[in-house]
């Protein structure tokens, strides 16, 4: 690629080190927001009472946060051995769905949502670590319809 705008476009996502190295970075930013929308509704609960979130709940999304955390390490560590050749998926397409992910995570104070979004996260992390370009398309049309589950609530 020439570095010029329109190259990056045409790239196919996770092709490079760098481009998992992105997904990576991805998946750290989702868990910090993750982590800020938990703490946000442990301070809500403290002023509202049981209204806010549970403590199951809580434990569930710190739990997410960190595999998604540890997922995010995997990458990092062998970026290069997780390249996937062959998807249908620009790499700013795959980078624009996950900034919606955190978006959504940061603007919308259900739970449920979160558990979701995260675990989708984390099958597509898996995917990746496995290689399997089929998985990873599959992995991206789950969020996909988690942010749309998310949309019509």
Known sequence: MDGSPGSER????????????????????AAVTLHGAVMRAIRKRASQGENGISLSQAHAVFALEVALRQQANQLYADAAGHTVAGLDTAQRQLSGLLDTVRLS?????????????????????????????????????????????????
Do not use: C, F, Y
Not at 11 to 29: H, K, T
Not at 112 to 124: C, F
């Open 10 to 29: 045409r790239e196919a996502a996770l092709s490079s080190a760098m481009r998992v190295e992105q997904l990576a970075d991805s998946l750290s930013q």
């Open 105 to 153: 995570i940061a603007r919308n104070d259900d739970v449920r949502h979160w558990i979701s979004l995260a675990t989708s996260l984390l099958h597509l992390g898996s995917s990746v670590l496995a290689g399997s370009p089929e998985r990873i398309l599959t992995s991206v049309g789950k969020v996909r319809e988690r942010l749309q589950e998310m949309a019509q609530d």
